[in-house]
């Protein structure tokens, strides 16, 4: 049989089960992951059978058995569909508009089974080009260990309480210091400390969104967002993209139409298109903001990876937090599960966020935040970031010129950051169905859109596109489109 079904895992071993036997776990396993989701059409007898190194008999056997079992439909003519199973959702698993028609057959990631494969895979990123973090052999686990160790020569007694609802003074402290580098003022009182921006966002969803408020998004955007606001009611509205940043005439008409209360975006190394904020695009935002009143949430995730000097405009800096709430994080360039984020907003803002976060969740965790703050302050962070800067400038040429070669056109290359925005030309949702049988993780352009429109397109992380398979993969899969279209 082939390798893509020789390494789904048994839970015994495969090689007392027949074919049949094989192909049904191979196939089950598929639509418990939702690669196949319900109403799909299953790949036709012969070519599965083709495709599986396996006689049509054995695909026909594989085929009833599913049948039998309740994870398919036989429709005379037709073929075989999966079958809607009747089972409880998973937490936080939705439809992001639930008055949308269902999603076509060939979107067949959703993003909750994406998340569920970003954690696995990343233990193994180079196979993970859709993966949203850097791998962890590029980050430096000896500053948290060091920190780790001082903390622990300390009294412990200063870590039996809750701690404070805005949270660790210190850490507050040495953020104001450095948002005055970025040419924003914020006193302490004027920042909170989060557990990521996952939940600085929740936060500010549920002080501002109302159900029927309109919440502008980027399209493309960071697509995990986009369960939050629609949980609050929210009408998500998407604003488009060109390789220059976000297309403003098209902004201004949707703030005229929708009359948003809340505008969400990236400002520098948005997410996944690399693009980042003139200083004319910075006012222009602004301006419609003060003239439509909106609230802006600047997500500046990535900045750390933006070098100084770089052509890109906070908003921050040129509002001072009167209209913008600023969010940042470490997640991206210490550890992921550190989390420990933060926003610096007006007065009134960040008294009603610290309110807010004690009733879901009382304070953030103080030790972690005192981690970061050791970190912080022993001096070696710069350098590390530096030295991240300098790896993913030696790769994201490098991956673009590869990714160009198998045939795909990149929406435009940054200078900085760790994202690429590839058209595939083909549709991403069952490339990325394709990608996960040979052992890759792909992020269809679908999940990026507010609505999950179905796309082309594709984010790649540059520093986990190293793997000499995944070209390859991409050629063969890309050719193999091309000679069914012929």
Not at 38 to 63: C, H, N, Q, W
Request: glycine share 8%.
């Amino acid at each position: 049989m082939s390798a893509a079904l020789d390494q789904i895992p048994a839970p015994h071993d495969a090689s007392s089960l027949t074919l049949v036997d094989q192909l049904v776990q191979w196939a089950r396993r598929r639509i418990e992951e939702r690669v196949f989701r319900a109403g799909m059409r299953m790949p036709s007898i012969r070519k599965l059978a083709l495709d599986k190194g396996v006689s049509r008999f054995t695909v026909v056997e594989a085929y009833e058995r599913l049948v039998a079992q309740g994870y398919l439909d036989s429709r005379r003519g037709s073929g075989f569909y999966v079958r809607e199973r009747l089972a409880a959702p998973m937490p936080g698993e939705r439809r992001l508009n639930a008055d949308a028609a269902p999603a076509p057959a060939s979107n067949t990631i959703d993003v909750v089974w994406l998340l569920r494969n970003m954690l696995q895979t990343s233990t193994r990123p180079e196979r993970g080009p859709g993966l949203g973090f850097l791998p962890s052999r590029w980050l430096d686990g000896e500053l948290i260990t060091g920190a780790l160790r001082t903390l622990g020569r300390q009294s412990g007694a200063q870590m039996l309480g809750f701690g404070t609802p805005e949270g660790f003074l210190p850490l507050r402290q040495q953020l104001q210091t450095r948002l005055e580098e970025l040419e924003i003022g914020a006193s302490p009182d004027q920042i909170v400390l989060a557990s990521g921006i996952t939940q600085a966002i929740d936060l500010i969803s549920r002080i501002f969104v109302q159900p029927g408020d309109a919440v502008i998004v980027g399209d493309p955007a960071w697509f995990q967002m986009f369960g939050r606001f629609v949980s609050q009611g929210a009408r998500l509205v998407g604003m488009p993209y060109t390789p220059d940043g976000p297309d403003l005439d098209v902004l201004e008409t949707l703030v005229q139409t929708w009359r948003p209360k809340m505008l969400v975006i990236n400002s520098v190394l948005q997410n996944p298109t690399g693009t980042s904020l003139t200083a004319a695009q910075a006012f222009r935002i602004l301006r419609l903001a003060e003239e439509y009143d909106f609230i802006v949430v600047e997500d500046d995730i990535y900045g750390d990876l933006c070098p100084p000097g770089y052509p890109a405009t906070r908003l921050a800096s040129l509002d001072q937090l009167k209209r913008v709430i600023y969010l940042g994080s470490f997640s991206k360039t210490l550890a992921a599960n550190l989390r420990v984020g933060f926003m610096a907003c007006s007065p009134d803002v960040a008294k009603a966020v610290t309110d807010q976060k004690m009733l879901v969740g009382m304070t953030s965790p103080e030790l972690n935040e005192r981690v970061i703050y050791k970190i912080l302050t022993e001096g070696h962070y710069r350098r590390h970031v530096e030295r991240l800067r300098a790896r993913l400038d030696g790769v994201r040429d490098k991956t673009a010129r590869m990714l160009e070669k198998t045939g795909l056109k990149l929406f435009q290359t940054p200078g900085a950051g760790m994202f690429l925005w590839a058209d595939t030309g083909v549709d991403s949702g069952v490339l990325a169905a394709a990608a996960h049988e040979a052992g890759f993780l792909l992020t269809p352009g679908s999940l990026f859109s507010p609505q999950q429109s179905p796309s082309s397109w594709t984010r790649f992380n540059v520093a986990n596109c190293g793997d000499p398979a995944l070209p390859a993969f991409l050629c063969r899969y890309l050719d193999g489109v091309a000679r069914r279209a012929s």
